[in-house]
């Protein structure tokens, strides 16, 4: 599965099992978040409609 540029992975891609997940969730300190996330995870207000088409502006 070479890219255009011909760049392989190094390790082929693999969907994770739910074991391999929760070991690594255990990983990280309890309620651990990363502080570039909150503004993504703590989003507490409503997008505005567009005028036009009745759909969210982004």
Known sequence: ???P??????VKP???STYLLQEN???FPPNYL???W???LYW???LEQDEFDGQ???
């Open 1 to 3: 599965m070479p890219t």
């Open 5 to 10: 540029k011909g760049f392989m992975p190094i």
């Open 14 to 16: 693999a969907q994770p």
């Open 25 to 27: 969730g255990r990983a």
């Open 34 to 36: 990363h502080e570039s």
């Open 38 to 40: 909150r503004d993504y």
């Open 44 to 46: 507490d207000s409503e």
């Open 56 to 58: 969210p502006a982004f």
